[in-house]
């Protein structure tokens, strides 16, 4: 028994040993303990990003090399500071907040210590690397814009915080990722993926060369390039035209849903959200709270539609019923309820049908549109949600699914808001009939502008807007190539789309109109009110102008607002029938549109507000426009006594 036991014992050890000897020999050779072990470094291999061309292969965005101080914490043994921060560039109070964040983060894991050195410094410090234990120079690329424009479009790259690292397991502390634009959108596709060297240290922690003859290395792979539907020299020219306004452009192909240019106004040149300047040059930006060159318009900025939200109401006025395009309705400078006045209107010939409605703008005629498709039922909330159900389809009132990171849903009010604003059915068709005309409660983005008009350009459907073209080795999203149809059946679409081509012909876009170009558009002028020491106060009207061209077959749809921009063909018309113009022709005949926009800054009217003196509104003083409407009233006054004494 004894000498069984003693077998059974010897056995038992013998495998403990096979056991340890083959855990040592096989499973400590991996990669995931080489990570452990002190006597190899640990070097990533970052890729190159995927480069970025525009629509018709211009470059945008390329790369750059970069080099970058690393520090493993637990690794640092003493050394002179004062040398090191010399070498870097950076006083000791820098070194020793940095050393700090990077040993919070993590000792035995690398952390960036100094980024983005240049070549010259990078050359000086490789040298004497040797000195400083537990820092090394990494090699990395940064972005490089080919382009000034589209920062908004393009977006830009920077460094990973802890939020970023607990989503994604691919980033570690001083990473780069994509912050907006583009760069954030395609983001997992433009990156690549890393590569891993493991490099054998002596014990006096100099690099002997690969581990293992580098048999656990692994290569970088670079990110993808992508092409973007943008159209480069339509985005510097739109940039261009925008130059000293605010506001955003918007210009979508219909046939497709591709964006063709997006601006905001004002931008900045991406360059400068590149390497160690990044930092200072965003706060700048980011601090900027008056022209705000970070919030994109195009996207962001919810607007009153104005005028070009006349044609949803003819449209949902032929689809509900309730109006023929020949009838007309009486327009007496506004619309009036009883004796009182809910809008105003402009001169223009007295009874108006669907057609001079529209290229008159008459607020009148569409007042009584909006209040006939409200009050077709017996209740104004079933009304309300109808109307309401027919402008969503056009992608009104929420987010477009388009494939940028931010932006607005909007607004478009429905029965169950107005029975939280009022009470349940304690209201009417003539309690928002400013909704008939762009104003009141809706709200819209300028992306949500353009796309409607794509919509009404294709008589009735559109693709979700989207700002990529083709990804290499990839094909882009299905939702992005099938349509989405609107609740307006095809053949209402017609007389609205001739009465906005008759704007161009002979109504509030006449003389914005181009040579050999059938364009349909539609003018609006949003009133514009602002805060001011705590008091709702009227500033200059917004401009908006959208559009589509050519009639049949369109090749661009167009949303402008440009803010304080007056009326809608002043300086938003200008700026659509120029783009257009460029866009299908490739040059500008309207070389006296140009130059008018060119010429006229808004500059004084944005510094308006600031100035804490008297200022204008749409030109006029505040007591030529209290004179102007005491003017009407006591007019009015004087028929209504004339009446009585005849």
């Known amino acids: 028994m004894r000498q069984l036991l003693l077998l059974i014992s010897v056995i038992f050890v013998g495998f403990v040993f096979i056991a340890r000897l083959f855990y040592l020999q096989v499973y400590t050779q991996n990669t995931h303990n080489l990570f452990e072990d002190n006597a190899i470094r640990k070097v990533r291999d970052y890729p190159k990003r995927g480069f970025v061309y525009d629509r018709n292969g211009q470059l945008l965005v390329a790369n750059q090399p970069s080099y970058d101080v690393m520090v493993i914490p637990r690794e640092v043994e003493p050394f002179d500071t004062l040398e090191f921060c010399s070498l870097l560039k950076i006083d000791k109070a820098k070194f020793i907040k940095t050393y700090n964040k990077a040993k919070r983060y993590s000792p035995r894991l690398p952390s960036v210590f100094v ?57 570690r502390m001083g990473d780069l990722k994509g912050k907006q634009g583009v760069e954030a959108s395609y983001e997992k596709i433009l990156r690549g993926i890393k590569g891993i060297k493991f490099i054998q240290k002596d014990r006096h922690n100099r690099n002997l060369g690969p581990y293992k003859d580098g048999k656990f290395d692994t290569i970088p792979e670079q990110g993808k390039d992508i092409t973007i539907t943008i159209d480069a020299k339509l985005q510097e020219y739109g940039e261009l035209l925008m130059q000293n306004k605010r506001g955003g452009i918007i210009a979508i192909e219909p046939s497709t849903g591709e964006i063709l240019t997006m601006v905001s106004a004002p931008s900045y040149n991406p360059n400068i959200l590149v390497g160690r300047v990044r930092s200072k ?30 044609v949803l109401n003819a449209l949902i006025g032929l689809q509900e019923g309730v109006v023929t395009t020949e009838e007309r309705f009486t327009c007496r400078r506004g619309y009036y309820y009883g004796r009182k006045k809910l809008t105003g209107c402009h001169v223009h010939p007295p009874s108006a049908n669907m057609n001079l409605g529209i290229y008159e703008s008459c607020n009148a005629y569409f007042a009584n ?21 027919h402008l969503k389809s056009f992608g009104l009132g929420d987010y477009l699914g388009y494939d940028l990171k931010i932006g607005n849903k909007g607004r478009i009010p429905d029965g169950d808001f107005y029975n939280k604003w009022y009470g349940k059915n304690r209201w009417a068709s003539t309690f928002n009939i400013s909704n008939a005309i762009g104003q009141g409660e809706v709200e819209t983005t300028p992306i949500q502008l353009a796309n409607m008009i794509a919509a009404i350009a294709n008589r009735g459907y559109y693709y979700t807007p989207h700002i990529i073209k083709s990804i290499e080795g990839d094909t882009i999203p299905q939702k992005y190539t099938k349509p989405k149809y609107t609740t307006i059946d095809k053949e209402h679409f017609e007389p609205v789309i001739q009465g906005m081509f008759d704007v161009y012909n002979k109504g509030t876009a006449k003389h914005v109109q181009v040579s050999g170009i059938e364009i349909c558009g539609k003018t609006g002028t949003a009133e514009n009110y602002a805060k001011i020491d705590s008091l709702k106060t009227q500033l200059t009207d917004h401009s908006i102008f959208v559009a589509f061209a050519p009639k049949d077959n369109p090749k661009i749809a167009i949303a402008v607002f440009v803010e304080n921009g007056y009326w809608g063909s002043r300086f938003a018309g200008k700026i659509a029938s120029l783009m257009i113009e460029k866009h299908i022709k490739g040059e500008i005949t309207r070389t006296d549109l140009e130059d008018w926009i060119l010429r006229h800054s808004l500059e004084d009217e944005y510094a308006k507000p600031y100035s804490g003196e008297p200022f204008e509104i749409n030109g006029k003083t505040k007591l030529q426009v209290v004179e102007e409407k005491e003017y009407y009233r006591l007019k009015k006054h004087l028929k209504v006594i004339s009446k009585t004494t005849n």
């Open 115 to 171: 980024s983005h050195l240049s070549k010259e410094d990078y050359a000086v410090l490789q040298e004497k690397m040797r000195k400083f234990d537990g820092f090394y120079i990494q090699k990395r690329s940064l972005r490089k814009y080919e382009t000034s424009i589209g920062a908004n479009v393009l977006g830009d790259i920077g460094e990973v915080n802890n939020g970023d690292i607990k989503k994604d397991s691919y980033y």
């Open 369 to 389: 549109v909006y209040r006939r498709i409200i009050d077709k039922n017996e209740n104004p909330y079933e009304g309300m949600m109808t109307w309401s159900k």
């Open 281 to 310: 040059n965003f706060t700048k930006l980011y601090n900027d709270t008056i022209a705000k060159p970070l919030f994109d318009r195009s996207l962001k900025a919810q607007y009153p539609p104005g005028s070009p939200f006349k």
